[in-house]
């Protein structure tokens, strides 16, 4: 579980790399946070994604 939190914050950092506008970060990260609930939303274990 570790280890897709780890995958996240890598593919957060590399986004925050290129987009530049604090509107275009924001909205980044709703995608991302939308993206990480889905793909834990089937794991048993997906609430320790947020703790």
Not at 3 to 23: A, C, D, Q, S, T
């Amino acid at each position: 579980m570790a280890r897709k939190i780890y995958l996240w914050l890598f593919m957060w950092f590399r986004v925050m790399k290129m987009v530049k506008g604090v509107e275009l970060q924001l909205f980044a990260l709703m995608l991302l946070l939308s993206f990480a609930v889905i793909s834990t939303k089937d794991s048993q274990h997906g609430h320790l994604f947020f703790c």
